[in-house]
């Protein structure tokens, strides 16, 4: 009788995209090297760059292909740390924060949150003008981009800098960062929420007919106790 041959776990390394030189991000432990293909992970941007100054940021990954037995990730979003923004904002100063969507030159659509400080307080007025010019300026320049460049001038606050020099124009900054970025797919994100459309109406219908039966129920119930006492 042949031996039943018995699966067993392995580790294999997750590995960075090309953009933080195929670093080494971890290991995961599964049965299959394509179990890998899915999981995600988080490293802090000072680990990937070695610069202490980047240690406010923190970077998300998302593992897209296995080769090798090793698993390839992309990176699909980034965000300040909490403590950091808090720190970043003081009383009296003039805190925004917006989010828009943007497409880059190879297609990939991002969720784009920035953050702005004013030395002073502003009026309605001004604030509404920086969302504005902020918002078309940032559009238009990840337009012209991949989204790997896109990410290489995110971590190198390139894009940062001339976002912050078209601002000053229209009010001086004290602080203008990216407070997060998330990669999005608009196609999967529209069929989840046809998805859960289903899904309620479907739950309202067997509530409804749930319903029917327990009114049908209690109509009977009534029906037997007057019968019984007529008799």
Known sequence: MAKIKIARKQWHQIFAPKIFNNVALGETYVYEPQQMIGKTLRKNLMELT?????????????????????????????????SSVKRMVRRNIEKISMSFLCKTSDNKHLIVKP??????????????????TAQ???????????????VNDLITHKLQNSLRG??????PLRLCEIRSMQLVDLEKRAQNKE?????????????????????????????????????
């Open 50 to 82: 070695n610069d202490t100054k980047k240690q406010n940021m923190n970077v998300n990954f998302k593992v897209i292909n296995v080769q090798n037995d090793k698993a390839l990730s992309e990176v699909v979003g980034c965000e300040i740390t909490a």
């Open 115 to 132: 953050l702005f400080i004013t030395k002073s307080a502003t009026k309605g007025s001004v604030a509404a003008k920086i969302r504005k």
């Open 136 to 150: 078309e300026f940032a559009v238009k320049y990840v337009e012209a981009i991949t989204y790997d460049n896109f």
């Open 166 to 171: 078209t601002l000053n124009s229209i009010y």
């Open 195 to 231: 998805k859960g459309k289903k899904q309620s109406r479907a739950e309202k219908n067997s509530a409804k007919k749930k319903e029917k039966r327990k009114e049908t129920s209690v109509s009977k119930e009534k029906e037997e106790i007057s019968a019984e006492v007529a008799a």
